[in-house]
Nanobody, 116 residues
Framework: QLQASGGGLVQTGGSLRLSCAAP???????????MGWYRQAPGKQRELVAS???????DYADSVKGRFTISRNNSRKTVSLQMNNLKSDDTAVYYC?????????WGQGTLVTVSS
């Protein structure tokens, strides 16, 4: 399944890079997957942060545009989220997601804490 890593504690304005590996998935070909990063802050619903389609098209939540960058490496079966200029509102558990058609898979989540 998906394995997310890279979370941690960082000060406001700092950077973190999250990675998600898919060494074994229920899907046959990683490059066919639409990948995304979601986050869930305490007391809030899970929200989409960034996504990258199988064709490489990216999309971002308005709150992270210009600060976060999602990328994928199909040969390594990984997707990354570079997070710059972090704010306290970015504090959440971040989840990796893979979708193909009607089938979805989630990672275990990695905690990002931004302190002021």
């Amino acid at each position: 399944q998906l394995q997310a890593s890279g979370g941690g504690l960082v000060q406001t304005g700092g950077s973190l890079r999250l990675s998600c590996a898919a060494p074994r998935t229920i899907f046959s070909v990683f490059s066919n997957l639409d990948m995304g990063w979601y986050r869930q802050a305490p007391g809030k619903q899970r929200e989409l942060v960034a996504s990258v389609s199988s064709s490489g098209t990216t999309d971002y939540a308005d709150s992270v545009k210009g600060r976060f960058t999602i990328s994928r490496n199909n040969s390594r079966k990984t997707v990354s989220l570079q997070m710059n200029n972090l704010k306290s509102d970015d504090t959440a558990v971040y989840y990796c997601n893979a979708v193909q058609g009607l089938t979805a898979s989630w990672g275990q989540g990695t905690l990002v804490t931004v302190s002021s």
